[in-house]
């Protein structure tokens, strides 16, 4: 149960909607149990509730390309970022996968990253059971996407912190651009390296909890990245969390917003290329 801390991974809330994510692991095709007796508990306390769950995939040789990993680490970078692009990992289409936090949340505007974790098909199935969003694939050009949180995560209306190491599809950048959000760079983490063991990357420093419009919780180690959100007007709650990021998380993806206020709202206006 190595991964079953970030409860991020597999579970999302959209509305009054809690859904269960497909999940692509075998390794973590249970992990939805740890979460169980609590979801149970919203479940009865909560009328309003929606409780959901995307079809439990049946992870047979046919969801995973044959050989993907010793072939795809062989390419060149060039190579690995076409095929990020075309959507070639190691998932096939033979059924929809995707990791909930694959999923970045903006109003109706929901992003679903395609990575290693979330196939096309996964994307499609989000969209159909969710009509009332604008359901959108975007791709980051990394080698390795896995959960778009450490690389894209939206701030407050109008503004989203994008580690930009990898960089994302300009046309995005322009759906935005067109509606008057703003994309900040965010600081360089204070680490070299990525945490031990884990899958993570050391932009686990941007992978922060807007706790309240206005208030983020920061890993209490990076600085700069505390100093860079103080500066766009937040208020910075340090959080010692380091020490957990050998188990595949920061701040975000350890938590989830159970309890939420406001209504669908609409950041979006303005259509943009495919958005
Ligand atoms: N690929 C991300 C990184 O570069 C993983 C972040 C972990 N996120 C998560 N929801 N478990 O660090």
Request: charged share 20%; net charge negative.
């Amino acid at each position: 149960m190595f991964w079953a801390m970030p409860v991020r991974d597999v579970l999302v809330v959209i509305g009054n909607e809690l859904l269960e994510a497909t999940m692509p692991f075998r390794s973590r095709g249970f992990e939805y149990l740890a979460h169980r007796p609590l979801i149970e508990s919203y479940f009865r306390a909560d009328p309003g509730m929606r409780w959901e769950a995307a079809p439990k995939p049946r992870m047979t040789e046919t969801s995973y390309r044959p050989g993907f990993w010793g072939e795809y680490e062989a390419l060149p970078y060039e190579e690995q970022i076409a095929r990020v692009r075309a959507g070639e990992l190691v998932l096939t289409e033979a059924e929809p996968l995707f990791d909930a936090a694959d999923i970045a949340r903006c109003g109706k505007d929901l992003f679903v990253q395609r990575s290693l974790a979330t196939n096309t098909a996964g994307i499609r199935w989000l969209r159909q059971h969710l009509p009332e969003h604008r359901v959108h694939g975007v791709t980051f050009e990394s080698a390795h996407p896995m959960h778009i949180d450490a690389t894209w995560v939206p701030l407050r209306p109008g503004l989203v912190l994008h580690c930009a190491e990898p960089p994302t599809e300009r046309e995005l950048l322009q759906y935005l651009k067109a509606n008057d959000w703003q994309v900040v760079q965010a600081a360089t983490p204070g680490r070299q390296a990525p945490p031990p063991l884990s899958v993570c990357s050391r932009w686990l420093s941007m992978n922060v909890l807007v706790l309240a419009p206005g208030t983020v919780c920061v890993e209490a180690s990076e600085t700069a990245q505390m100093e860079q959100l103080d500066h766009l007007g937040f208020e910075v709650v340090p959080v010692p969390f380091w020490d957990v990021a050998p188990f595949g998380s920061g701040l975000h993806c350890a938590t989830l917003d159970v309890h939420r206020e406001g209504t669908l709202e609409d950041y979006f206006p303005k259509r943009s290329g495919r958005f």
